[in-house]
């Protein structure tokens, strides 16, 4: 059994920044491809950003030159640092182990 946890939500203001972790336990997480997800109040979950096992990463549209995705293997970690942030970027985020395992999710409000 896989269980991922998030941590690092919270409240910023537009134009700032925020880093979101995602620690695996249970598993062998250098092996993963490991994303995070978004999903706002009306709207149906999507994509923002995965990363390869040899740490190559992809980017969705609204992440890209703003969003970075990184991951620590020692750690067991994955991690997201957004900059730039914008009201719409404001939604519940989800780490994901790809075809195995969702984080709980972690909300993250953007607004003055």
């Known amino acids: 059994q896989v269980r991922l946890v998030e941590s690092g939500g919270g409240l910023v203001q537009p134009g700032g920044s925020l880093g979101l972790s995602c620690t695996a336990s249970g598993g062998t997480f250098a092996t993963y491809t490991m994303g995070w997800y978004r999903q706002a109040p009306g709207k149906e979950r999507e994509m923002v950003a995965w990363?390869?096992?040899?740490?190559?990463?992809w980017y969705e549209d609204p992440a890209k030159g703003r969003f970075t995705i990184a991951r620590d293997n020692t750690k067991n970690t994955v991690y997201l640092q957004m900059h730039r942030l914008r009201v719409d970027d404001t939604a519940v985020y989800y780490c994901n182990a790809r075809d195995i395992a969702w984080g709980q999710g972690i909300q993250v409000t953007v607004s003055s």
């Open positions: 990363i390869s096992p040899e740490d190559s990463p």
